[in-house]
């Protein structure tokens, strides 16, 4: 499976979105995908990623993993470790058409035929713009369909409770306090904010009781003390565990946290490489390993991660709230790993945008979720999104 070229694909209508689709000498072409940064990753993909990968066997995914993973900056999902876990992904994409298996088999068969899904209540434009993970890039107020499930959370959290538990989903993740964090530089928040901050825990409890499992997404925003008197006020609701509480430069702060708060701990999407991993469960900072395939070193990294989680006894739960590609690879790595704990999923983007890019979605029904039937991913985009006006493409080899 000879490397003959690669190609990067970004459409203007989704700025944090690029797609990496390596091609081999037969023309048969596998994608990756990764979020943030587009234009600097594309020019990893051609300036120092490319030279590197054509001509090379794409089965060597080891090889090739330690080729493309930079020396210097490989401490954090920075432009190079993304551009080197789209490049990898598509690898395995790659690997699956060429041999007509799904990744899932490649990665070692089945653990389960679907596994549980949580729903991450994003709305249908949810960071959309090319500034960051900020309230002002939410996209809150523009109702794009049914599934506006980040002003509902807001809003009437009860009602969207409600809304989830009919489709059968019995787990959600929120984040109401990011504002206060923006406001106070995230060292303090006053008793007034976390009233209000509750208060989405408060009508999900009163609407349907303990049927359903809430998760806390903090977004590495918080001090150490504001963490820990959020999350142990949060406690009183039952919360199933708050993610990413503090920035993920201290583990043993986060140990620290760990320590003193009463659900459990996960993180985290930020990091890149089983180095970082390795360090977070050696500091027992944590109950729920969480990595983003998209931002870890791609899907061979994330199976080693997940490997060295269960020799932890640790269980792994796949982030995705990017793109349809890295949602497919997180499911079949649930489907594959013994430890996975359960997948992250938005409907209103798989519902939503996904399907105006990409074919062959995973499957979500009643609270499970599945990937797409077929070779490869399973998943794969639409052959018009190549064409579309607003394509930016360019080509290596």
């Known amino acids: 499976m000879q490397i003959a070229a690669v190609e990067t694909l970004r459409l203007e209508a989704y700025p ?8 081999d000498a037969d023309g048969l072409r596998g994608t990756g995908e990764t979020f943030f940064g587009a234009e600097a990753v594309e020019a990893v993909v051609h300036e120092t990623i490319a030279p590197k990968l054509i001509g090379r066997d794409g089965f060597d995914r080891d090889a090739l993993r330690r080729a493309l993973l930079p020396t210097v900056g490989f401490q954090a999902p920075g432009a190079e470790v993304r551009a080197a876990s789209a490049v990898d992904i598509a690898l395995w994409d790659l690997a699956g058409r060429r041999l007509e298996m799904p990744v899932w088999q490649l990665l070692g068969g089945r653990s389960r035929k679907a596994i549980r899904a949580y729903n991450t209540c ?8 090319a500034t960051g993970q900020h309230s002002s890039n939410w996209g809150v107020g523009g109702a794009g369909g049914p599934y506006e499930d980040l002003e509902a959370f807001l809003t009437d959290a009860g009602a969207l409770a409600e809304s989830l538990m009919a489709e059968g989903v019995t787990a959600m993740k929120i984040w109401p306090f990011d504002r206060y964090a923006e406001a106070s530089g995230g060292m303090s928040i006053t008793p007034d904010q976390l009233a209000e901050g509750l208060e989405p825990f408060r009508k999900i409890r009163a609407a349907v009781g303990d049927a359903m499992q809430v998760m806390l997404e903090m977004h590495s925003l918080w001090s150490l003390p504001a ?3 959020i999350a142990r006020a949060a406690g009183e609701f039952g919360v199933y565990w708050v993610e990413d509480p503090i920035p993920m ?7 620290d946290l760990r320590a003193r708060v009463p659900m459990r701990v996960t993180a985290s999407e930020t990091l890149a490489g089983r180095a970082q991993f390795r360090a977070l469960m050696e500091a027992r900072a944590v109950d729920v390993v969480m990595l983003d395939i998209g931002w870890c070193g791609g899907l061979t990294e994330a199976k080693a991660i997940a490997s060295m989680a269960e020799a932890w006894h640790l269980p792994v739960a796949p982030h995705d709230c990017t793109g349809p590609l890295v949602w497919a690879a997180s499911c079949h790595l649930s489907l594959n790993a013994p430890n996975a704990l359960m997948q992250e999923c938005v409907r209103a983007l798989y519902t939503g945008w996904y ?4 074919e062959g979605l995973p499957v979500v029904e009643a609270g499970q979720v599945r990937p797409g039937d077929g070779p490869g991913l399973g998943t794969r985009l639409r052959d018009g999104v190549f064409d579309r006006s607003d394509a930016v493409r360019r080509r290596s080899g």
């Open 122 to 129: 994003a709305g249908y434009t949810y960071v959309r713009k």
């Open 227 to 229: 963490a820990v008197e």
């Open 355 to 358: 399907r105006d890019v990409a």
């Open 249 to 255: 430069n201290g583990f043993s702060s986060l140990a």
């Open 16 to 23: 944090n979105l690029v797609w990496v689709i390596v091609e």
